[in-house]
């Protein structure tokens, strides 16, 4: 139920064109900076006193918890992935999924695992998503997952068919990526398309790919040095020349604040053909 509908909810939040005339028990007005009094304030439950009219006959009182940069963060970034995966699903009629990887840590590896083989399940396509991940170090563990092809299959007595090995990987699958994919998340698209099991789509990636080690150093601060390189089987360097997808398609500051997504749009449009 939206704010300002009748209702108990409607009763707990701010509604629009309402005067804020208390915060946390302090007077305040429309001219000063109210922002003194909520920042910072992250786990903390916060009171507003609120009323229609600049009167405080009639005011109630409006509390909410603060939430952390972290925590509103990950609400946003669920947010997102999940309005992708409907777009997928309903552009798709169903047949396609989708996935989005956050890092290349090992968190990050368990709920891949988690999730790729189920939205995979009965799909004729998948779009695995490394836009906007910093990396890590986990690409070469996907690859193995998904390079398997089956070489049989066991059929149960009252069973469903499965194939042979477990989990073989069979349907066509797009990466998406972008300037915002880093190391990592940059050698898997590359290894993807390396070994055939992925066509790419997106912007070309920044080629921040190299392994450091960190020191200390005698007035107390800290470096780092490059520690190993990675290359291509052409002999390229990753570092400093980024991976290039096979379909350029940007995504700017204004599709991103619409919430379109012309380069999730792309990976469909070619995988429904």
Not at 44 to 61: D, K
Not at 172 to 193: C, D, G
Not at 246 to 253: G, K, S
């Amino acid at each position: 139920m939206p704010p300002g509908a009748p209702g108990s909810f409607a009763k707990t939040q701010i509604r629009p064109g309402e005067y804020v005339l208390a915060i946390n028990g302090q007077d305040v007005t429309t001219d000063e900076n109210l922002f003194r009094l909520i920042n910072d304030r992250a786990g903390r439950e916060m009171e507003f006193l609120v009323n229609s009219t600049p009167t405080r006959e009639g005011a109630r009182t409006v509390k909410y918890a603060a939430l952390g940069w972290g925590e509103w963060g990950d609400i946003l970034y669920r947010d997102r992935v999940e309005r992708a995966r409907q777009t997928v699903e309903q552009k798709s009629g169903g047949t396609l999924g989708y996935v989005h990887i956050a890092g290349m840590g090992f968190g990050n590896q368990v709920q891949f695992e988690r999730e790729i083989y189920e939205q995979a399940l009965g799909k004729k396509g998948m779009i695995i998503d490394v836009r906007f991940n910093g990396g890590g170090n986990i690409s070469d563990t996907l690859i193995n997952w998904l390079e398997r092809k089956p070489h049989g299959y066991y059929r149960p007595r009252d069973g469903l068919t499965e194939l042979a090995p477990g989990r073989a990987w069979t349907v066509p699958t797009i990466v998406l990526m972008n300037q915002h994919s880093f190391s990592n998340a940059e050698m898997f698209p590359y290894a993807m398309r390396a070994r055939g099991i992925a066509k790419l789509v997106g912007m070309p990636t920044p080629g921040y790919v190299i392994w450091t080690w960190g020191l200390p150093l005698l007035d107390g601060t800290s470096g780092r040095l490059p520690g190993s390189g990675v290359y291509r089987l052409d002999g390229s360097p990753m570092e400093n020349l980024g991976e290039k997808p096979d379909v350029l398609v940007p995504l700017t500051a204004e599709d991103y604040l619409a919430q379109r997504d012309p380069q999730l749009d792309k990976a469909i449009e070619m995988l429904m053909k």
